[in-house]
């Protein structure tokens, strides 16, 4: 048995010196982080639910499958953001600068984006009502660095 016991906790012991934890277990859901840096961070599947994250820089960094529901993310930077499949519903994103992010089957139901840069940022399959999608094709312009995709017609602007 004392074998056994010795195998077992080296095992755990090799798990835990090789086991590199992601922010993917975090949860930020309601606190208070404002200008926070998570610039460059892998944050994929982190939850911001309801946290006040105003001018903070996510610039760089993966929030794909993330959630920021109703998080005020105003003046905050998502530049080069890759935010795929995350969940944006009731977030205010108002003065955020948005350029060459990546939307892509996000959701977006009542999202605030007023005063946005969205150059070359790609909204592919994001769906939005007809008031802020108007918005948004009214700065809308640029092509993604990574998809390739024309900020214009990620939004099927006319």
Do not use: W
Not at 31 to 59: P, R, Y
Not at 65 to 93: H, W
Not at 110 to 126: R, Y
């Amino acid at each position: 048995m004392g074998l056994f016991f010795l195998k077992f906790i080296t095992s755990i012991l090799l798990f835990l010196i090789t086991f590199n934890p992601s922010y993917a277990a975090m949860d930020y859901a309601k606190q208070s982080l404002i200008e926070a840096d998570f610039s460059d961070k892998d944050l994929k599947g982190v939850t911001f639910s309801l946290a006040n994250l105003k001018n903070s820089n996510f610039s760089d960094s993966d929030l794909s499958g993330a959630s920021l529901f109703g998080a005020k993310l105003q003046d905050s930077s998502f530049i080069n953001t890759n935010l795929t499949g995350a969940t944006l519903d009731s977030a205010i994103f108002d003065g955020a600068n948005l350029s060459n992010a990546i939307f892509e089957d996000a959701f977006a139901f009542n999202t605030h984006f007023d005063n946005v840069k969205i150059d070359g940022a790609d909204f592919t399959n994001v769906l939005f009502s007809g008031d802020i999608l108007s918005k948004l094709c009214l700065v809308a312009n640029g092509e993604n660095s990574v998809t390739g995709r024309l900020t214009r017609d990620t939004l099927a602007c006319s």
